[in-house]
């Protein structure tokens, strides 16, 4: 079926998550012993509501819960998920709520909270870390013409959601990097109710959502630690996402989906793209960063089965436990017995061609 020209309607940030570093408070304005008095009255209540406080003069509900992160105390409000601990660290791990950042930019809330710590005699100790950041574009898009087929993705793992038979999701990765490209209008109708989007979009209907959610890994490698270099090197993540991460495509005749042309929602979303990337001083190389995501994996995967190496030698020799230098070393013994020094070379160098070649 046909589609008319996709047109942007918004885009921004829609979920952030930090965490800080900050010395013990100074003041009685935050008192962790009377926030676990009040959290064991809710218990001993069997409360399952929060309890409304005030601290440093801005208010917030105490939930009657800790994070399964292992912070003791969860304060919300508004802009902000606040957890917190005495003892933690970091001392706070802070979600910066979606419709606080529609409201206020991420930089202006980032500088609210910390004015917050302020205020209850907290000092920062060292450089606030992020942790996620969701990037998200709204289109207004009448009719769908894709489905899961037409993108070309990095990401090995792909789902849909249906309901009533309509497809409304497409999720493409799991972890440090997921693309969710799904139908606004019905979210919003079954699950999160964030009718406010509607005045924003100045309409109430055929609103599809582009979104990455994107983790510490990915950040990093993107220079991205900061509030600061959130703002200076958003753009580059963005182009990468958009041109070498994931993209549409318009289905043809050809076998390889990757020499299908690109969707022209896609096209569209890669201009804008390119039009905040221009706005940047600094460029980030997308080759690097598909190599530094691909370095990644490959160690996560091994260190899952060097894991299971452990377990398999432990079982075998009947000891309890084996400590990571000893798995290391039975790593090394094994990997020595199999090394051949001419097929090395050649092997390695056969995919460093593949690499420089395009293949990455």
Known sequence: MAVGSPKLLLH????????????????????FTKLAVIKEQLRMDKSREPRAVTLGGTD??????????????????????IELGEFNNPSCFVTFRSQALWRQSAST???????????VGCEVQQPETLSRVDFCFDYSLAERDFDVDS??????????????????????????????????????????????????????????????????????????RTFADLQGHQG????FL?????TLRTRTEDSNRSRWPLHPLWVDLQQRITELHTLETKQIEGKELVLDERLIRLTISIYGYLKRMAAVSCVKQGQPMMSEEEAYGLLGERLQ??????????EVRKRINAIELGEW
Not at 23 to 29: D, G, M, R, V
Not at 68 to 74: D, H, I, Q, R, T
Not at 236 to 239: A, G, I, N, P
């Open 12 to 31: 921004g940030i829609d979920t952030v998550q930090c965490a800080y570093y900050l010395s013990p408070p100074s003041s009685k304005q935050l008192n």
């Open 60 to 81: 917030f509900f105490l939930q009657p819960y800790g994070s399964s992160s292992g912070y003791p105390f969860v304060l919300t409000n508004e802009d902000f998920k």
């Open 109 to 119: 809330l980032h500088h609210t909270f910390l004015k917050w710590a302020m205020a």
């Open 151 to 224: 993108f070309v993705s990095l990401s090995s793992k792909d789902s849909q959601h249906r309901e009533h038979g309509a497809i409304q999701t497409f999720t493409l990765g799991k972890g440090d990097v997921v693309l969710r490209v799904y139908d606004k209008i019905a979210e919003i109708k079954q699950q999160s109710a964030k009718v406010w989007f509607y005045a924003l979009w100045g309409q109430e209907e055929h609103v599809w959502r582009i979104e990455w959610q994107v983790r510490k890994p990915l950040l990093r490698s993107c220079g991205i």
């Open 236 to 239: 580059s993540v963005l182009w």
């Open 242 to 246: 958009s041109e070498h991460h994931d």
């Open 337 to 346: 017995r199999l090394f051949d020094p001419l097929s090395w070379k050649l």
